[in-house]
Structure formats: structure tokens, C-alpha cells
């Protein structure tokens, strides 16, 4: 069973993946590779030159795999609360067990009204609805959490890429019971 698994690839969920794979929990991505920002031609991301959106997601998989998530593409249909945990159900036919499980699914929201997650309006263009959670990315199911524009926020890759690791961060500090900081230093 992962610690972590995440649905969708996109900026929001590889840079939730970096910090909780980082950090030392199991982390799994499954990501059906339909994402917009292969499309993206990115001029606003502070500290990144001019970046292809497919190669700013190329780079998020390496340095999340490097780290040791592992990397999966599959389509998710459903995601099941358990005794313990989730299973995390795809259209490939393979199944995925996950203690805590974000879901970072861009502008569609039907894979998070299937699984029972609270919905709202969206407020950015071409968002209709977006899952309802907390400051701190939590949504009405314990243990599922939401992130990037699958959550609401505004859609910049700097944006959806911090409430990634925002949220991750949140996760892993109530794993811990206290404030959990990743600093490396020189
Ligand atoms: C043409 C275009 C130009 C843009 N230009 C800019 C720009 O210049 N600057 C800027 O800051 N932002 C730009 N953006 C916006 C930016 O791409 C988004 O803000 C950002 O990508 C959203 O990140 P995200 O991770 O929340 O969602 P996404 O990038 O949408 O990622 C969601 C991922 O989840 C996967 N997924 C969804 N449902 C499932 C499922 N059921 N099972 C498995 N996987 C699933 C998708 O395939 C996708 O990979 C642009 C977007 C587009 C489309």
C-alpha cells in the first residue's frame, strides 16, 4: 500500500509527489497523460526561463521519480474509502491501495463528484466546478485531499505548482502531528 497516491500529473500533482516522496513517504502518480499543459508556452513561472509546458512537466517527472515516486499511467474511474485507507480503481483494470490519496485532476471535476468529494462553481475560465476544501486542501472525505485547479485556484503553473506542494506539505505535517519544513542548506 502507497503512503500517497496522487491523480493527475499536471504541476499541482507532480510537486505534491516531490515533497511527500522527498520526505520519505511512498508515492505513486497515475496520470492519464489528457493534460492542457503540454500546450503551454510558460513566460510567468518566477525563476524559470521561457519553458515549453512539456518540458516543465517533463522536468517535474524527473525530479519527482528521482526522489521515488513512482510514475503510472492510467485512467482513474473511482476512488473507494476502505477499513484502512483507499483503493484507487482504473479503467486499465489494475487497482492501487493508498493510505491518503490527492487529487490533482485539472478542470474536470467528474472523477471527484463519482468518488463523493463536494463540489462548487469554479470561478476561473473554462472551469465549471471545482472540489471544495479547506485552507489546507482538505476535502469532505478524511484522508482525500485536492490541489492545483482541481481545487480552484488561479491557473498559473507557479500557482498550481505551490498549492501542490502546499497541500503535500499540510498532508505530511498532519502525518507528523507538527509542522513538517523541507530545507536543505549548502
Ligand atoms: C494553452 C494553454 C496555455 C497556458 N499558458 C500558461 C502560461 O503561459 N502561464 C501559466 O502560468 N499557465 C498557463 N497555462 C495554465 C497551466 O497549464 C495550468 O495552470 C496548470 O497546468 C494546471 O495545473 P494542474 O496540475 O492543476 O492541472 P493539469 O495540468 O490540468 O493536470 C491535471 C492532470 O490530471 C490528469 N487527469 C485528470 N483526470 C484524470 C483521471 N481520471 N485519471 C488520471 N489522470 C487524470 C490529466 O491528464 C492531467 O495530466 C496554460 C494552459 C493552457 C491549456
Redesign the pocket.
Known amino acids: 500500500m502507497y503512503d500517497v497516491i496522487i491523480?493527475?500529473?499536471?504541476?499541482?500533482?507532480q510537486s505534491a509527489a516531490l515533497f511527500t516522496s522527498k520526505g520519505g513517504l511512498t508515492t505513486c502518480i497515475?496520470?492519464?497523460?489528457?493534460?492542457?499543459?503540454q500546450?503551454?508556452?510558460?513566460?510567468?513561472?518566477y525563476g524559470v526561463e521561457d519553458v515549453s509546458?512539456g518540458d516543465l512537466v517533463a522536468v517535474g517527472h524527473k525530479q519527482a521519480e528521482k526522489f521515488g515516486t513512482d510514475i503510472k499511467k492510467?485512467?482513474?474511474t473511482n476512488v473507494v474509502k476502505k477499513d484502512q485507507g483507499f483503493t484507487v480503481e482504473t479503467e486499465e483494470g489494475d487497482n492501487y491501495e493508498g493510505k491518503q490519496i490527492i487529487l490533482?485532476?485539472?478542470?474536470?471535476a467528474k472523477?471527484a463528484e463519482n468518488i463523493g468529494l463536494h463540489t462548487k462553481p469554479g470561478d476561473e475560465p473554462y472551469v465549471k466546478h471545482v472540489i471544495d476544501v479547506d485552507a489546507a486542501g482538505r476535502t469532505n472525505i478524511e484522508g482525500i485531499w485536492a490541489a492545483?485547479?482541481?481545487a480552484g485556484v488561479s491557473?498559473?503553473?507557479?500557482i498550481?505548482s505551490g498549492d501542490g506542494a502546499k497541500v503535500a506539505v499540510n498532508l505530511m505535517s498532519d502525518l507528523k502531528g507538527e509542522r513538517y519544513v523541507d530545507h536543505d542548506a549548502l
Open positions: 491523480i493527475g500529473g499536471g504541476p499541482a500533482g497515475l496520470d492519464n497523460e489528457k493534460g492542457l499543459t500546450r503551454a508556452l510558460i513566460k510567468n513561472h509546458g492510467a485512467n482513474v490533482a485532476t485539472g478542470a474536470n472523477l492545483g485547479t482541481a491557473v498559473h503553473t507557479i498550481t
